[in-house]
């Protein structure tokens, strides 16, 4: 472990009785970086995040945050917290629960005021500050939350399914929320399994399932090559020859399709079908998306685990 | 700690627990002045004497005190019983406890906010009810402060007890248990003055037992002692002996308030048992 890594997990595994809700977490979540850790219902994900916070004991293995062991009391300082499932007191107000939460993070009194405005103005709740939480919508309350999480300056933000109850402008808020935390260089691990979401955020992934790591890395590395795909007419088979050069070509068809592709060569490939005399009907840029890239690598997992002895 | 004590003592505010808890007693206050003179007024025009109206007000104020205990030692285990658990079931610890807070302060900061409470109620509640009984009557029980003192001991121990359990049990589990704990803690005590009045020593050691399994009754005696008028007293240490055992045996009836040594007991009692509820809950998975 080094200073430039955020939460660094050797074998951290979590067993209830018979049942294992995590057998064996190895990952490293560099900071700075927003690390989505993704998997469907029951990978472990929320378990991987409460064993992170010490809000429950491992079984097995060992994990560091911010270079202090699992459930250190001073580390928690450094640390914000949206958990998936949660409720805050409905006869406090937003702005009580805030003070509430910058006193038991220990902010200093004298900056309660400035923190509380400002978290409150990120979530869009100002205007709501002095109701009672026990008015607020499901997504009010998510955005409560959310600024609970941001208060005392956090190094690191867990942020488990943060846009489970929101709408899609409460999304795009919350997008924009984590953009702002990596310019601030806030190391941000999210949980969720709307890859979508995590797709357009996220540096680095962690797919989980069945409690471990599936796999782990770059987005752009997990999401491989891009492709293009061109509807053309009017081209003859001598003018194709001349877009091999671009890489490999699929024909169906009136479509043509050229995988792998670097992207800032499309304009490129499309200069030369006009230049050989050909009719450009439609362009379509692709990628394997992080659904593709998920499903893929859960059907694989069940085929082993279906295939062992 | 302290958030957690504010936080505890603004819900009770907040959702009007006190006042609820205030009003009752206001109405009930005002209730027994009225009983109460009705009562001397019947009581002299029928020639009864001054000594004989003290005794039947003081007794009328063990029932009311006893009254009182029983909605105390409610209230307590109910206001504990849901205090941990609830909030582990709505998911408030999750954000609380990622803090730099120990589990230890937690339980701590609940059990003072409640106790505060516990005690503060008791306090105005039952000095209150005493003030009108001695503004009607004249009559002023020989110590009314450990009277009330002794009300809030129960209060603290049925608190403490809900507590440990809402360590680990739903509120409506630990609140069933805490109801049936104070019903054969106030039996118990019964048996055990009935025995050692009929000579039963085995009886009487298994019933001491469990009075000491929860250090009820020597503070409910310590209350009845403290409300009677003195007459009372002496007339249990004149009878003595066996005599003096069978007044003792009746739980309206005390001949000598709790000893020191048993006040440390229930000290060290509540110690224990809310050191094993943070035992309890420091092992407890969120």
Redesign the interface.
């Known amino acids: 472990m080094t200073d430039a890594t955020a939460i660094e997990t050797r074998e951290l595994a979590k067993r209830y009785k018979e049942t294992i809700a995590l057998a064996g977490l190895t990952m490293t979540v560099p900071r700075g970086e927003v690390f989505g850790f993704l998997g469907p219902n029951g990978a472990g994900k929320t378990t991987a995040v409460?064993l992170l916070?010490?809000?429950?004991?491992p079984t097995g293995g060992q994990g560091v945050v911010l270079g202090a062991p699992l459930g250190d009391?001073?580390s928690?300082?450094r640390?914000g917290?949206?958990?998936e499932?949660?409720?805050?007191?409905s006869?406090?107000r937003a702005r009580?629960v805030l003070a509430?939460?910058c006193?038991?993070?220990?902010v200093p009194s004298d900056r309660w005021a400035g923190q509380i405005s400002s978290v409150l103005e990120l979530v869009g709740l100002t205007d709501r500050a002095g109701d009672r939480v026990g008015s607020f919508s499901k997504g009010m309350q998510q955005r409560l939350?959310i600024a609970?999480?941001l208060l005392g300056d956090p190094e690191v933000v867990f942020l488990d399914e943060p846009t489970s109850a929101l709408d899609p402008v409460g999304r795009a808020d919350v997008r924009a929320l984590i953009h702002h935390l990596r310019e601030r260089a806030v190391t941000v691990f999210l949980n969720s399994h709307l890859l979508g979401e995590v797709e357009r955020v996220c540096d680095r992934v962690a797919i989980v399932d069945r409690g471990r790591v599936i796999v782990e890395g770059r987005i752009d590395e997990l999401l491989g090559s891009r492709s293009v795909r061109i509807r053309v007419t009017e081209f003859d088979g001598k003018a194709e020859a001349s877009l091999g050069r671009f890489g490999p070509l699929t024909i169906e068809g009136d479509w043509l399709t050229i995988r792998p592709v670097e992207a800032e060569r499309v304009p490129d490939i499309v200069a030369t079908i006009v230049a050989g005399g050909g009719r450009v009907h439609a362009v379509e840029p692709g990628r394997a998306t992080l659904e593709d890239r998920f499903l893929a690598l859960l059907q694989i997992e069940e085929a082993l685990e279906a295939a062992k002895p | 700690m302290k958030?957690i004590v504010r936080?505890t003592l603004?819900?009770a505010v907040?959702?009007r627990i006190l006042w609820a808890f205030l009003g009752l007693t206001v109405v009930i206050a005002l209730l027994t002045a009225w009983g109460f003179s009705v009562l001397i007024d019947s009581a002299q025009r029928h020639g009864v004497n001054d000594a004989q109206i003290e005794v039947g007000v003081s007794q009328i104020l063990i029932l009311l005190a006893f009254m009182f205990s029983f909605v105390l030692a409610m209230s307590a285990a109910f206001l504990g019983a849901p205090s941990i658990s609830s909030e582990v079931e709505?998911?408030?610890l999750?954000?609380?406890?990622?803090?730099?807070?120990?589990r230890s302060e937690l339980i701590l900061g609940r059990w003072l906010g409640l106790a505060i409470i516990v005690v503060g109620y008791t306090a105005v509640a039952g000095l209150f009810e005493l003030g009108v009984t001695k503004l009607v009557t004249d009559y002023l029980p020989p110590q009314p402060v450990p009277a009330v003192a002794y009300l809030a001991g129960q209060a603290i121990v049925l608190l403490t007890i809900s507590v440990l359990l809402s360590t680990r049990l739903p509120g409506i589990a630990a609140g069933a248990i805490c109801v049936v704990l104070f019903g054969l803690s106030w039996m118990a005590g019964v048996m055990g003055g009935i025995a050692a009045a009929l000579n039963l020593p085995e009886v009487a050691s298994l019933a001491n037992g469990a009075r000491y399994l929860l250090p009820l009754d020597g503070l409910w005696k310590g209350t009845v002692f403290s409300l009677e008028p003195p007459s009372i007293a002496l007339l249990g240490q004149l009878v003595g002996g066996r005599g003096g055992q069978a007044v003792s045996a009746n739980p309206f009836f005390a001949t000598s308030g709790p000893a020191p040594a048993y006040l440390l007991y229930v000290a060290l009692w509540v110690a224990a048992v809310l050191g094993l509820a943070i035992f309890s809950f420091r092992r407890r998975?969120?």
């Open positions: 409460k916070l010490g809000l429950a004991r009391l001073a928690r300082r640390i917290y949206l958990p499932l949660f409720r805050y007191q006869w406090l009580e509430a939460h006193e038991l993070a220990g939350g609970v999480a | 958030t936080l603004m819900e907040r959702r709505s998911g408030v999750l954000a609380v406890l990622a803090r730099p807070l120990r998975e969120i």
